[in-house]
């Protein structure tokens, strides 16, 4: 289907023509069109105009509406101020505007023009160690990312980047080497291990060989001597470093699942999957001149980039000792993602507190000629989880808290505020504990999406879950009601009628649904899916002043104006609908 155009982009249009007929000269003007308070947009673009043309703003202005040709979209343009256009549009043109909308499956957002391959990093955690609070930000904010770029017409390939390599795999394989039980499953032959049990056991083998390693100099040699086998590939090595690999995935996996997220096993291409490329990768390197040795190590130099003492902290892509670390893997990332993916685009859904380290491995790879004009990468940075004290989220014990214990409790509140309107909705328990999952996860989804990634956010599972305020579970209801107007409306059904004079609230309903497109687009482009969230509320809240001014079902409306209203409800129900898919949250028919 052809894409449906918006009401802003029909005004736009209209605008533009009205300054090109009273300005022939002015060449392709910009209205500069706004949504406005005061009217239903504003354009600003003539007071630039006027200034570039040294004329009088208000009487180009005026020369601008009296060049627009009577319509049926524009029901008034007023010359305000120093030289704004103030426009109300039609209750007509929204209503017909909205129509073509909502017979679109796509709720009129159209493909992106420049659409490319876009490869995200997200959903990163490590092996053998238990996920935390920043592996949730990723987790959700890259998978909302998928979503909303593939929404848009992106090719986007996933690679969850987990912590799979490294020195302390050492010490891990050769503890399990002295106690060959450790990782032995208390399951019968053949039952599924839980990812519970998965991690439990990782834990204490962690645990207890990092308490020998500290404490006893020969296991701490004979874990060295582990790390140069791995390294050299030896067989059973390698076989024992994959038992941890694949334990810890039973566990990233039921924490992932808790999360109603679909992570492919063919996109975990953790650490290790670059180990081919890291020496080619320092030669391409050091043989561009890109990087240089100093003191053994290959390092690369950035003038900006200093220590306290003043002196320059270099990107180490091989250390002195000719170990690679996790620069060389990144690096050798970049060159996989652009030469053998076809990226146009990398985006990396990273906690700030490595932002330093992504500045440093971008410009090395621009210098390198891996990233250029055509091929961009970007941090969508992300801030750091903190609890109601305003500090980065512990527990008492100051460790940090266990992602596993945060959804449970998240999903246990959840449960509980969907039972307390069970009865009235008629929901089975079956319903409930289903809807307590939706609810929950949601719930937390939707706080970490909220705000802007950058910003730093807290924790608070009372306010997350609470049913007043910009929560998911608002949303939820919002939708869950319009359903079950739905049900109640009879043999009413939806139906566009651009004829009828709109309520205030209807008006204002219709011209945010208008928005979907380019809040989408926005979003897409910006990585900002704390856009489409804002929006979403917003869509909410016009639609709860909607429910409480315009009857639907009692009174009983005539006819067509009931139609109209269920049309509005519709497409605010499948705005919403779409709107929460793209952000990972599920909305429920009743709740
Ligand atoms: N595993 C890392 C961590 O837990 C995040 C990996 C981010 N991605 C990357 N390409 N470096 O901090």
Known sequence: ??????????????LADGLSAALPDAGSADPLLRRSDRADFQANG?????????????ELATKVVEAIP????????EVSGPGFLNITVTDRAIVETLAARAADARLGVPFSESAGTTVIDYAQPNVAKEMHV??????????????????????????????????QFGMLIQYLIEHPHELDHKAEDGAEVSGEEAMSNLNRLYKASRALFDSDEEFKTRARGR??????????????????????????????????????????????????????????LEESGVAVRSEGALCVFFDDVKGPDGNPTPLIVQKSDGGFGYAATDLSAIRDRVQNLKATSLLYVVDARQSLHFKMVFETARRAGWLNDEVKAVQLAFGTVLGKDGKPFKTREGETVRLVDLLDEAVDRAT?????????????????????????????????????????????????VSLNGDTSVYLQYAYARIKSIFGKAGDRTPAAHPELELAPAERALGLHLDRFAETVSEAATEYAPHKLTAYLYQLASLYTTFYD???????EPAQEVAENRLFLCDLTA????????????RTPERL
């Open 1 to 14: 289907m052809a894409s449906v155009p918006s009401l802003a982009s029909t005004v736009q249009q209209r």
């Open 46 to 58: 003539i007071l630039a105009l006027a200034k570039q043309l040294k004329g009088n703003p208000r």
């Open 70 to 77: 009577a319509n049926d979209v524009l029901k008034e343009i």
């Open 134 to 167: 920043g592996h949730l930000r990723s987790a959700v904010i890259g998978a909302a990312m998928v979503e909303i770029l593939e929404f848009t017409g992106e090719t986007v390939v996933r690679r969850h980047h987990i912590g799979d390599w490294g020195t």
């Open 227 to 284: 790390v140069v086998d791995l390294q050299a590939g030896d067989e059973e090595t390698l076989a024992l470093w994959q038992r941890f690999v694949d334990e810890s995935k039973i566990y990233f996996y039921s924490v992932f699942d808790k999360l109603d997220m679909d992570i492919r096993d063919g996109d975990v291409v953790g650490e290790s999957g670059y180990n081919d490329m890291l020496t080619e990768t320092c030669r391409i």
């Open 416 to 464: 509980a505020v969907v039972r307390e309107k069970a009865e009235k909705v008629g929901l089975s328990e079956t319903e409930i504990v289903e809807n307590g999952q939706y609810v929950g996860i949601g719930a937390v989804k939707y706080a970490d999406l909220s705000t802007s990634a950058a910003r730093d956010y807290k924790f608070d599972l009372d306010q997350m």
């Open 549 to 555: 001014q315009c009857p639907v079902i009692k009174p």
């Open 574 to 585: 499948r705005t919403l609908h779409q709107g929460m898919a793209l952000l990972g949250i």
